[in-house]
């Protein structure tokens, strides 16, 4: 039978062969110290966890409508009112399933054959994969320390076709966990609308970004330029990623192709995830939220210090997120094998650059530190171990 061509040329996440290794080695009796994992080791919170315990009292749970609870949506602009200090209309909000529904619904809503769509590399392989299944060409913009492994402006100005039709964003990163700096995001807005293109920002990691400085959460790209359009989730500020919730902020002209799309694609997101969700929002589960940003920042504490203590450099810090970007070319071992050899001789699994980039895939692996601080402090040791025992054998 026929496999289209679009399922044969994608590209699986290469760190699920490590994953199956190293529950291959734990099966064999091993620990393994799993920090290849992108999700929070927290959970949802009490209160989300309560709420999903009362929507299965036997209520009979229909479909929602195609964009979601009015209830959530109201919930979710008044987050954004309240925390970000942006008037969101609650009708441009689309509740999805996951921050992967709201990316796939607004590539396919904004992407035709041919269309070039500027992507930081290193950056979140899905959206590539996503842009090819509609026809579109993703292309990767170089980045570098400097920019803190972000576009800049002038990478896009140059990186411009007469085929461009979007630029994709994501601030905090992912495999970086660092923040595009506002005045950047700005420009790089003002070009992308000057010439009529979509600004596409992935902020499912935003409130796990530090605060700017005066304490103020990290900005929207929505204070900068109302019409972007922003993906959220519930996945990792909320701890809610097997409940598959997220959502897209839509400029208007999108709200009824998405909502057309939507209702085509997937009837509606998870009810009872959904009405869950809304206890997402209690001040109690705010401020657990807040609680575990800052020992996520504890956590990134321990990692670069204990980074830096057994000699492997992480070239730009994060400000976010929950991933550092570790540069092991200082190893002698490309990052694929580095990868391979700590998992196999230290059991400790972290990510190798080439599932997100094409110009550090060979030099960089990815950390999540969603670990607990015992799991990241014996991670850090073990490899440590490892690499001074290689040292001395050669
Ligand atoms: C940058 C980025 N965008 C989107 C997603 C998808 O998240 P969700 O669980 O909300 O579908 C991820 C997941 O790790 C991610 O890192």
Redesign the pocket.
Known sequence: MHIAQRARDAEPFHALAFGQRAAALEAAGHHVVKLSI??PDFGAPPAVRDAMREAMDGRPLPYTPALGLPALRDALARFYREKHGVVVDAARIAIT???????LLVTAATTDPGDDVLIADP??P??REMVRSFGGMPLLVPTSAATRYQLSVDAVADAWSDRTTAVMI?SP??PTGTSIPPAELAAICDLARSRDAWRIV?E??LDLADPAPGGAPARTVLALDPDAVV?G????YFGM?GW???WAVLPEALVPVVERLAMNYFLSASAPAQLAALAAFAPESLALCEERRLELARRRTIVLDGLAAIGLPVPVEPDG?FYVYIDVSGTGMDAWRFCEEVLQHAHVSLTPGRDFAVATARTHVRLSYAASPADLSEGIARVGAFLDSRRRES
């Open positions: 992108g999700e399933s996951g921050a992967s529904s709201a990316l950056s979140y899905c959206n994501a990163s992912n992935d499912i990691y993906i989730s519930f996945s990792k990623t598959r919730l997220g997120a």
